[in-house]
């Protein structure tokens, strides 16, 4: 046994890169040989689904040429005794003593103590991802990790905030964390910037349950890729729940790492979808009354009629009939409704056009707004371009392929890309995000303008 794994071993060597050969093939153990089957031993199920993804074909071809002869592999999850409960290939092993006190044992929370499942309006367009997330919640589900994905505004992050109140709820002892992942993020850089990384794993590595909201913004974010990476390996090997929130599915995610896709793609998918018409109205009477206001169902569907998929746009225009009733301790008809509203629906709806979208953007980059829908592609050109169309997806309810074609008839993938790729830069080059900050800004003020 020892020398077939031996002469197996100098093989991979031989073959592998240096880095995967030290990470993933030098933790490996051999267990036991048989006739025709030889076992050897991982550390964890990671490391066993890793090796077979990437070289199990090779390992398998290798070991019959070695043994001349056809053999059963298998790889062992089973842990020898005294091993590290969480061993996963790190860059950076860390100690299993006892650390010391730090910043990091006290454990915030990070939910928003009114998100619950009472007060989760239930609907065909979120029946199932309400569904999951109860069962997480009661711990009577093995969905890890559970992967919620819909548009902005759903519901995403009232379930992730009520299955973490629900289950701290339930045992005040558990360990419940939710964070955004720009927040993870945040926390990653400054643990980095002080050299705090061995109390930051610690503490992300010990928690009971971790929800993470809008995972799809570590796209393309390498570090905080690879540190969530070995967080969500050290969790899921424990036992230990995930919960994740994002606007796309892991597939649609874009510079996602594929190990991380291949995780997230390893549980249950919940996704939900804009709500009909009656939900809608169901949740603007339910916020309504939380305010201590009286909803009429004709408000309601006024409300819901104006073809909003983000109910957060429709909270916006509820709010704005909740501080008038509050203030005038009138009741809000129908007519009241239509009368404060009206402008700031047909404002939203109207006056905002892509042409003006596109003026707006050209006269900021001193560019001509024919450029804007040539084909040309020159490199002074991309940047504006792609700025015009995230603006045009901000306040339009143009399709991407609507955009596209006024752009010079561009496939919808372009706009897709463009979209991406300002939120992305944005997010790390302040002078693109003042910039972007700028032409709305603009936009809004050259509309209001011309309407009056």
């Known amino acids: 046994m020892e020398e077939l794994f031996n002469r197996l071993m100098a093989a991979l060597e031989k073959e592998l890169p240096a880095d995967d050969y030290q990470r993933w093939f030098l933790p490996l153990k051999p267990k036991s ?3 025709r089957q030889f076992i050897i031993q991982v550390p964890n199920i990671f ?3 890793w090796i077979n993804d990437h070289y199990g074909l090779r390992i398998r071809k290798l070991i019959d040429e070695i043994a001349d002869q056809n053999m059963d592999l ?19 092993p860390e100690s299993t003593s006892e650390p010391a006190a730090s910043r990091y044992d006290y454990y915030e929370t990070g939910l928003t103590s009114k998100y619950t499942f009472s007060n989760f309006v239930v609907g065909s367009s979120n029946q199932l991802a309400h569904a999951a997330s109860l069962a997480v919640a009661n711990r009577s589900a093995a969905y890890n990790p559970l992967f919620l994905y819909g548009g902005s505004g759903l519901g995403k992050t009232h379930l992730l905030n009520a299955i973490g109140n629900h289950l701290v709820g339930q045992n005040h002892n558990l360990r419940v964390v939710y964070r955004s992942s720009e927040a993870f993020t945040n926390e990653l850089i400054e643990a980095l910037r002080t050299e705090g990384m061995s109390d930051f794993r610690k503490k992300y590595r010990r ?10 913004f570590i ?3 390498e570090r905080t890729q690879e540190e969530f990476f070995y967080t969500f390996n050290a969790l899921y090997e424990a036992e230990k729940q995930i919960i994740l929130s994002s606007d796309k599915m892991p597939k649609d995610i874009s510079d996602l790492e594929d190990r991380l896709r291949s995780r997230f793609e390893g549980g249950l998918f919940a996704d939900i979808s804009p709500p009909d018409r009656e939900t809608k109205v169901a949740i603007l009477t339910r916020k309504a009354m939380e305010e201590g206001i009286e909803l009429g169902t004709d408000v309601g569907f006024y409300l819901a009629s104006q073809n909003e998929t983000n109910i957060r746009v429709l909270e916006g225009y509820l709010a704005r009939l909740c501080t008038y009733a509050s203030l005038t301790r009138k009741p809000i008809d129908l007519d009241t409704a239509q009368r404060l509203l009206g402008l700031f629906i047909e404002a939203d709806r109207k006056q905002i056009t892509l042409d003006l979208i596109i003026k707006v953007t050209a006269d900021f980059f001193q560019l001509k707004t024919s450029d804007f ?8 050109l991309a940047l504006p371009r792609q700025a015009a169309m995230y603006l045009a997806r901000q306040f339009t309810s143009l399709s991407t392929i609507e955009i596209g074609q006024r752009f010079g008839g561009r496939d919808h993938s372009t706009v897709i890309h463009a979209v991406k790729k300002i939120e992305r830069v944005m997010e790390n080059d302040k002078s693109l995000a003042r910039t972007i900050s700028e032409l709305e800004k603009t936009i809004k003020t050259s509309a209001t303008a011309r309407e009056g």
């Open 33 to 35: 040989l048989a006739t």
């Open 47 to 49: 490391f066993k689904t």
């Open 74 to 92: 298998e790889f062992d999850c089973a842990r020898p005794e005294n091993s590290d409960p969480t061993a996963f290939p790190s860059p950076a």
């Open 207 to 216: 928690i009971d349950a971790l929800l993470i909201d809008d995972i799809h």
């Open 219 to 221: 796209g393309g974010k």
């Open 373 to 380: 829908r040539s084909s040309k592609k020159h490199k002074n």
